[in-house]
């Protein structure tokens, strides 16, 4: 597994073309609001070369690629935690995703037409930002009232959540994400439990024509000046052309970059940005069977990386075989980088490091 993300935005903005585009999963997507109705979910590879190289050196039969997994719920409008449009109901499909992409129309098109009456990028930013807030203010409230009553009892736990809740509720009142709050062990342990939508990192989308595509316009530049304020980035896109290259063979599609003056698509360029935002990595095993990527986060030790396969990998983890992926293609595999000393045995406290050809040894 990669990581999860989920799509919210305005109806409209294009959302359900990415997210079609980005999966190819084939979802409606039409020129009326709401015409997504339950949330869609998409699975798609994270591309990594490395991986590629990795399979073809090793003669496997088998290559898997890293997943990232996509979300996308109904237009959301304002009053939609209050139950307008198809109400917030949906907001409970992306509590347990890792990050949140908000898509933002930055393009005109008469064909078209704005929920709002016209593109107004910061309007629509802040529209989705309040319905969100509002929604985990709910929930806060709601745990608030429930922890209130028990920490009456003098339980130092409740006692300590109450004092979280009450700072987080003054923290949403005043129209900020609960993001921005610091936290001790206690408080983050709180904060999982909530599954607060604002809590989460955002990435914003800017749907873009497909001839602004390299240089942007007014519409971005206003957005990445917004988004610096809440440390967050900003990923480039035109659903035209998204939909267009998903809609090609495969080896037609680098030409049609090329010939569009990109490097990479947009999905690469928004798995990036995603990474990015939760500090993941990839480690790969490696084999005739098969080799595969998997996705940790930075800094995560040998046992926790040896969880992403199995957890029995590191309730019995003993030791990692490792080589840096570096020196499993100067030796031309691992039999090579044997030969030359290259394959470390690394115990418990080893730090995984982004590319590391791994084995676990583990008990039963």
Known sequence: MGFRCGIVGLPNVGKSTIFNALTAAGIESAN????????????????????????????????????????DIAGLVSGASKGEGLGNQFLGHIRQVDAIAHVIRCFEDDNIVHVEGAIDPLRDREVINTELILADLDTVEKRLKKTASQAKSGDKV??????????????????????????????????????????????????????????????????????????????????????????LPVDERQEFLEDMGLNESGLHRLIKAGYELLGLINYFTVGVKETRAW?????????????AIHTDFEKGFIRAEVIAYDDFIACNGESGAKEKGLLRLEGKEYVVKDGDCMHFRFNV
Do not use: H
């Open 295 to 307: 996705t940790i986060v930075k800094n995560t030790k040998a046992p926790g990386a040896a969880a």
């Open 32 to 71: 009326y609001p709401f015409c997504t109705i339950e949330p869609n979910v998409g699975m798609v590879p994270v591309p990594d070369p490395r991986l590629d190289i990795l399979a073809e050196m090793a003669k496997t039969k088998v290559k898997v690629n890293a997943q990232m997994e996509f979300v």
């Open 158 to 247: 409740f006692k300590a959540q109450l004092v979280i809740l009450e700072e987080l509720e003054k923290l949403l009142n005043e129209g900020n994400p609960a993001r921005l709050m610091e936290l001790d062990d206690t408080g983050e342990k709180l904060l999982k439990e909530l599954c607060l939508l604002t809590s989460k990192p955002i990435l914003y989308v800017a749907n873009v024509a497909e001839e602004e595509i390299n240089t942007g316009n007014q519409w971005v530049e206003q957005l990445k000046d917004v988004a610096t304020t809440e440390d967050a980035s900003v990923v480039i896109i035109s659903g035209a052309i998204e939909e267009e290259l998903s809609n």
